[in-house]
RNA sequence: GCGGAUAUGCCGGAGUGGUCAAACGGGACAGACUCAAAAUCUGUUGGCUUAGUGCCUACAAAGGUUCGAAUCCUUUUAUCCGCACCA
């Protein structure tokens, strides 16, 4: 039968949109899931392939659910703040959010073509007022308390993007976005989220997170990197300069410091006869990149200064290094290079004293060391503390240094402060005035939303708000003098850190949600997304939760216990998807050449969702052959009755598939579907009850064709909303499926005779009389799969024919044969 | 350097202690149908051997545990990814 695909998919999803199946509300009675997937940026290019393979793996199990009677809420947004569509302005002289309404209108077009169960009326874009209203209600709300604040310091600069980045944004030293372009580092004052002060408990937190790949955890815990050290003060030129350690065992054995070269302080311990020199090196430093300075080699100079070791009192030379991090710890370290890598290199090149403070069983002398001792042993020229283990010592000396208020345990964390200013127009304006009299001045919660202009000009690259004088000049709130706005916009990062609570309530104007509505929904019962956002939204996702719940805004620590992460799919030829390879596969020509349902089918079965796949053409193509095969076994089996037989495989594939969409192992759901087609086409007649079960396992991944299947059965029913069917345990019977097996191996043994003797024309069978009745019913599957005549004897049959006495050959399960 | 993941037949990928020469799909080959092709259907697809058998070699490599391992343990190697001079 020829099948219209477009025609039946443009009916089925007008008819769920008028018939709004999909659109959920609060109820208290029935148990909800709530299944997202990660919102996209809505570029100018439409839908691409990862987007569908996004969203079918959402809605698949969606369907399910909806099915399985959860009230599922399934929410689909756009994250439409971006550098995209500003920079398609300035191209055309033109305003972001026409290219942005553009986009999404073409997006919600491509996404609807999907049949995916979305509930419209809940969508969320980022752009709109009334939507980045709140994002500047949580600023201010985090400047209340003191979790949004300015501060000078040194920050990343992209030239291309003509912005800052936030530390999760640079990826090597370069920009997420321009992997060529090595951001520069700046000194600017801008706005940070002081998200380190929850950088304890997002670390600590990770563990509870029980579905999230080990992955993500991984690089969450690399990323906000806690360690447990010692702050110790050290004396230089009479003033007390912290170092932070992990190792204050070593401290008989630090022989100089090391202040970060980039250190804002370091030219107070700089002396005057060492002030040239240390320019020099400044100098030569500032002309390398960050990207660089990673590769270079240890390289420092010698600051004029002596620092005063607190226990030995011994005075060691303070160099400047470029191997030290500024801004983590206290951006100065004590140098001990007998047992750091990294201090013995230095030492070796500015020939500076090596002491050896910890020996192993296999005896260390200074001459001898060719690299820096970092294991563990017992420690020497360490006044009382000789003998100790090394361990042990971390701890005596800690204590002993905190008695001596000469330092302290601590604990320190690679997290850094989120930089969300960013000097681009299209972005959430930051509600902040400047007034020359009272200073930094929030804009109060009734002035929300601060608007960007419609009426703008951009001038090259500049921001525009800038320039805008009916945007910058403002009252000030506090004493009504002349005062100007903030004209940095936000990291749309922002936007994304809280849009899953928005979807629980996405039209209150009255608040950012109503608490009710997400106490509800949430948590995220499953989240969906790709892997490269792991220590970027992924972090700063769980940061506003828990920023929100200690507003009162929510009772959750974690916004979802359940992340998926999908894989990659690549072009044909194995390399990632791109234009200039020109591999890249567009999701809507494949619905369009085969259908949306084929196209879902396929994506999920070529592997596990998480796992990277390539496309193939074959692939598709047999994906299709399968779909119309699915559709013309449907329509074409005799509705009569079951055999025992086909109930058995029905409720043992609905068992199944149940339990492998649930676990979303997708692909070996579709393969039990394509198993039980087979054999099920093997069957004269199947009632129409169990046709209806096959083609409810098959909605969720084929919706349009199941719709169609379902009407075209008499029914008047939306089939997406039906009852999913459980499997009757009682009906799997798993003798049967073995009496199948005995059958086929026995009709494997006649064809592989065969090829031995030749060709023939009739079998003779001769089976342990119990098991007479099974080859028996399997006489005509023997006779159609061999092409031989058939016959069939019990062993004990005196009259059966039996020319070579072969019957005396048969076992248990294993009957003999005999061909003529 | 640190951390995470992966390694199965021509290919993609199932398979976590025996029922595995290994699901399912692709490809290839052979056959049926057809004037022919496409579609569809059937079979074959590690080696040798054989009236349906038996044996050997196999699940990155090497060891080990076990009566028994693709599956468990140890080590090694390779690939991919993330972080990276974090003291």
Redo the contacts with the bound molecule.
């Keep these: 039968m020829e099948i219209d695909f477009s025609k039946i998919e443009k009916k089925w999803q007008k008819k769920w949109e008028d018939g709004k199946i999909f659109e959920v509300k609060e109820n208290p009675k029935k148990k909800k899931f709530y299944v997202l997937e990660m919102y996209p940026y809505p570029s100018g290019s439409g839908l691409h392939i990862g987007h569908a393979f996004n969203y079918t793996i959402g809605d698949i199990i969606a369907r399910m659910k909806i099915m399985q009677g959860f009230n599922v809420l399934h929410p689909m947004g756009f994250d439409s703040f971006g550098l995209p569509a500003e920079n398609a302005a300035i191209k055309a002289k033109s305003h972001p959010k026409i290219f942005t309404e553009e986009a999404i209108a073409n997006y919600i077009t491509q996404q609807k073509a999907l049949g995916i169960t979305y509930d419209w009326r809940r969508m969320v874009e980022t752009h709109k007022p009334d939507y980045y209203k709140w994002d500047q209600w949580i600023f201010l709300k985090m400047f209340e308390k003191g979790l949004a604040y300015k501060k000078k310091s040194s920050v990343n600069w992209c030239r291309m993007c003509g912005t800052v980045l936030a530390n999760e944004q640079?990826?090597?030293g370069a920009c997420w976005r321009h992997e060529d372009i090595n951001v520069e580092i700046k000194q600017l004052e801008q706005w940070f989220f002081k998200i380190t002060d929850y950088a304890d408990e997002l670390y600590e937190k990770i563990d509870t997170l029980e579905n999230w790949p080990?992955?993500i955890k991984?690089?969450q815990k690399?990323?906000i990197?806690k360690?447990h050290?010692t702050e110790i003060q050290f004396e230089i030129n009479g003033e007390k300069w912290p170092i932070?350690?992990?190792?204050p065992d070593t401290i008989f054995g630090v022989t100089f410091m090391v202040i970060?070269a980039q250190h804002p302080r370091l030219m107070e311990l700089v002396t005057n006869e060492q002030k040239k020199e240390v320019e020099k090196f400044l100098k030569k430093l500032k002309s390398t990149s960050e990207k660089e300075?990673?590769?270079?080699e240890?390289a420092g100079v010698f600051t004029g200064s002596y620092a005063i070791n607190p226990i030995t009192k011994e005075k060691v030379p303070v160099w400047a290094g470029?191997?030290?991090?500024a801004d983590?710890?206290a951006?100065m370290?004590?140098a001990v290079p007998a047992h750091?890598q990294?201090d013995f290199e230095f030492a070796e090149k500015y020939e500076i004293p090596v002491k050896i403070v910890i020996q192993p069983e296999e005896h260390l002398s200074p001459e001898r060391m060719t690299e820096a001792y970092t294991g563990s042993g017992k420690l020497v020229n360490s006044e009382g503390f000789d003998g100790l283990h090394n361990e042990e010592a971390k701890e005596h000396i800690a204590i002993y240094l905190k008695e001596k208020k000469l330092g302290k345990k601590v604990i320190?964390y690679?997290l850094r402060d989120w930089l969300i200013s960013r000097q681009r127009f299209w972005g959430t304006p930051i509600p902040i005035i400047y007034c020359d009299k009272c200073g930094i001045v929030p804009v109060p919660e009734k002035d929300l939303p601060v608007k960007l202009p419609d009426n703008i000009k951009f001038k090259s690259e500049k921001n525009p708000l800038i320039d805008n004088k009916e945007f910058v000049n403002v009252k000030c709130p506090k004493c009504k003098g002349n005062a100007k706005r903030e004209t940095d916009t936000m990291d749309t990062f922002v936007n994304s850190s809280w849009y899953f609570f928005r979807y629980c309530d996405a039209k209150n104007s009255k608040e950012i949600f109503e608490k009710k509505k997400t106490k509800y929904w949430m948590p995220i019962d499953l989240y969906i997304g790709g892997?490269e956002h792991?220590?970027m939204h992924l972090i700063y996702f769980r940061f506003y939760t828990k920023f929100l719940r200690d507003l009162g805004l929510t009772d959750l620590d974690e916004p979802t216990q359940n992340l998926f992460n999908q894989g990659m799919i690549h072009g044909e030829d194995g390399f990632v998807m791109s234009k200039s390879r020109g591999n890249v596969i567009d999701p809507l020509d494949v619905s369009k050449k085969y259908s949306a349902d084929t196209l879902r089918m396929f994506l999920v079965s070529?592997?596990?969702p998480d796992?990277?796949?390539?496309w193939?053409s074959?692939?598709i193509?047999?994906m299709h052959?399968f779909v119309n095969?699915f559709i013309n076994f449907v329509l074409e089996i005799k509705k009569g009755k079951s055999s025992e037989k086909a109930e058995s495989k029905i409720n043992k594939a609905i068992k199944e598939i149940t339990n492998d969409i649930e676990g979303m192992?997708y692909?070996?759901a579709i393969?039990k579907i394509?198993?039980l087609t087979?054999s099920l086409s093997e069957e004269k007649e199947i009632s129409k009850k169990d046709t209806e079960k096959i083609i409810k396992i098959i909605t969720p991944f084929c919706p349009h064709i199941a719709e169609e299947l379902w009407e075209k059965l008499g029914n008047k029913s939306f089939i997406s909303l039906e009852k999913w069917p459980v499997a009757d345990e009682k009906k799997i019977n798993e003798k049967l499926e073995e009496q199948e097996k005995a059958v086929e191996s026995?009709i494997?043994?006649i064809?592989?005779?065969l090829k031995?003797?030749g060709e023939k024309n009739k079998v003779s069978i001769y089976v342990i009389p119990k098991e007479k009745e099974i080859y028996e019913d399997a006489t005509e599957t023997i006779r159609k799969?061999t092409n031989l005549d058939v016959s069939i004897y019990s062993v004990n049959d005196k009259d059966k024919y039996d020319p070579?006495n072969?019957s005396k050959?048969?076992k248990l399960g294993?009957?003999?044969?005999?061909?003529?």
């Excluded at 932070?244 to 190792?247: A, K, S």
């Excluded at 300075?293 to 270079?296: G, Q």
């Excluded at 796992?611 to 390539?614: E, K, N, P, V």
């Design positions: 640079v990826k090597n080990d992955r991984a690089m690399n990323w990197g360690s050290g932070f350690t992990t190792r970060s300075l990673a590769d270079l240890k470029n191997f030290v991090v983590y710890g951006g370290v004590m750091d990294r320190n690679k892997a792991a220590c070529v592997s596990s796992r990277d796949s390539s193939s074959t692939g193509e047999s052959k095969k192992q692909n070996l393969i394509r198993q087979d026995l494997g043994d064809n592989n005779v031995i003797v799969k070579e072969k050959k048969a294993k009957p003999a044969i005999y061909l003529e």
